[in-house]
Every structure is written in C-alpha cells, then in structure tokens.
C-alpha cells in the first residue's frame, strides 16, 4: 500500500526566505505527483502537476521536483510572503490517490 | 481505517444516463463536504463545495445543473452527474475537514466514472 509522508509537519519562516518542503511516497509506480494549497475549511488548490515522466515543474515563484526512482518530491517557495500561509499537500495518483498528511507553513511578516 | 467512503469506486455507463456517487464520514460528522474531479493528465480540481443543508457552491466552469449535489445529512453528500457523456469520464473525489474550518481533511478513495 502506498505511503505518503511529509516533512516537515509544520515550518515557520520569515517573510522573504526560500522554503523547501518535501514529500516522499513508497510505491514508485505512479501515474503523476501534485502539489496542493489547503486554507483552513476550504477544498484543495491545485499548485502543480508532475507526470511521472518529468522531473520538474514550475509555476511562478513555485517549483516542484520529482524523483520517482526515490520516491521523492521537493516543492520549493522562492521569496515566501505571508499570503503563502497555508497547508501543502503533495499526493500521488496510482490507481487511486494516496494523500500526505501535509505541512502547515506560517510567513512572518 | 478509512473515514471518508466513496461508493462505488468505478462505475460504467452508457452515454444520456445518470450516475449517482456517495461519499460518507464514516466516523465523524461533516458540515461541509469537496467534490474534486480529475481528467486523464491533468491536475485534480475542486468542483463543488457541499453544505449540509444549503445549496452547494459550484466553481467556475461546473454546470451545477449537469452536476447536482446534495448533503442531505452530516455524514452524506451524493454527486449527481446527469446526462452523462464521455467526456464526463473521470477521477472523482470527495473530501470532508474533521471539524468547522479544520486544517485536517480526510479524503474519499474515489470513484472512476468511465461513460461509453
């Protein structure tokens, strides 16, 4: 059974700082990794795709990273700002989507 | 154990026909339900917002009248996808936060809704 773990659980940074979370999953047969955003009592924002055939993908200040041969995936926060404040969500879709238990990161302005 | 259930997990059917996918809080209640959809290659993304009670929230670009939703109790939210058509075919996937504006969400397993 698939495994999805993040860490760390919880990262408080202050404004301005590059961040790097990470996620790593036991079963290296996936179809593709994403990353979401979580706001408390809200549904999931998509923050990027990666199919399992790349290796990164970027979108503005966000980039994300995927080793499959690891089980590893990397998001990165480039300048982070206090509207970034939230919980991070990488999942693995297999034949059916396997969640981490997310990072909760707080900005410091 | 799984707290959230989706039922069924794949389901066929013919094109103009309706589907019905339940999803549960097996173990808690929840006020406030998220339906997701996933096509082939592409991003998961939030489809609805299902309140107990009230009428759900649709995003932008959902037909609410081609996906009916309905929360009629604490522990149950039912996706309605009326008139089906191939392109409907997709990934779904409920989620419910254990409390009020809890941070803590549980995830459905869900359901492959594949239309001939």
């Known amino acids: 059974k698939q495994e999805v773990t993040q860490i760390p659980a919880a990262l408080s940074v202050p404004e301005g700082e590059n961040l790097v979370l990470n996620c790593s999953f036991t079963d290296s047969a996936i179809y593709n990794l994403q990353w979401f955003r979580q706001d408390p009592g809200k549904g999931l924002t998509s923050l990027l795709l990666?199919?399992?055939?790349?290796r990164e993908q970027t979108s503005g200040r966000l980039n994300a990273s995927l080793d499959k041969s690891s089980g590893r995936s990397t998001l990165y926060i480039a300048a982070s700002q206090p509207g970034d404040s939230a919980t991070y969500l990488c999942a693995v879709s297999g034949n059916q989507f396997y969640f981490g238990t997310g990072t909760s990161l707080t900005v410091i302005p | 154990g799984a707290v959230v259930s989706q039922h069924p997990s794949r389901v066929i059917c013919k094109s103009g026909t309706s589907v019905k996918i339940e999803c549960r809080s097996l173990d808690f209640q929840a006020t406030t339900m998220f339906w997701y959809r996933q096509f082939p290659k592409q991003s998961l993304m939030l489809m609805a917002t299902s309140n107990e009670g009230s009428k759900a929230t649709y995003e932008q670009g959902v037909e609410k009248d081609k996906f009916l939703i309905n929360h009629a109790s604490l522990t149950l939210s039912t996706l309605t996808v009326t008139s089906a058509h191939p392109e409907d075919s997709s990934f779904y996937i409920c989620s419910a936060p254990r409390s009020r504006g809890a941070d803590t969400q549980y995830f459905g397993p869900g359901t492959r809704l594949t239309v001939l």
């Open positions: 990666i199919q399992s055939s790349q």
